[in-house]
């Protein structure tokens, strides 16, 4: 069983930084493509970023929305991937997931048939 837990959300201003972590206990997350995702008030799911296995670190997805303000990246040594975003903009406002399957393409392309996510944590950008 992968328990994913995610932090470091919270409220910052338009143009601000803020850096959400997902972690898990009992397993290591480099066996696991890890994928971001974000469902805002009165939209569907998005997916935002993705990163494979750790065998395979070359491989990451982001949408275009995210493109250039976001990063997602690894810390096996803290069994930890973290979703960098900057240049927040109001409409990044929503609940992030971060969720994981041992098949890259089931992360970016059919997140629906994922079993292990996170609970979610709240971002709000806003002046």
């Known amino acids: 069983q992968v328990q994913l837990v995610e932090s470091g959300g919270g409220s910052v201003l338009p143009g601000g930084s803020l850096t959400l972590s997902c972690t898990a206990s009992?397993?290591?997350?480099?066996?696991?493509?890890i994928g971001w995702y974000r469902r805002a008030p009165g939209k569907e799911r998005e997916g935002i970023a993705a990163?494979?296995?750790?065998?395979?670190?070359?491989?990451?997805y982001y949408a275009e929305s995210v493109k250039g303000r976001f990063t997602i990246s690894r810390h096996s040594a803290k069994n930890t991937v973290y979703l960098q975003m900057s240049r927040l903009l109001p409409e990044d406002t929503a609940v992030y997931f971060c969720?994981?399957?041992?098949?890259?393409?089931?992360?970016?392309?059919?997140?629906?048939?994922?079993?292990?996510w996170g609970q979610g944590i709240q971002v709000t950008v806003s002046s």
């Open positions: 009992g397993v290591s997350l480099d066996a696991y493509a």
């Open positions: 990163i494979s296995t750790s065998t395979n670190e070359g491989d990451k």
């Open positions: 969720a994981a399957d041992l098949r890259f393409d089931k992360v970016v392309v059919t997140p629906q048939l994922i079993q292990y």
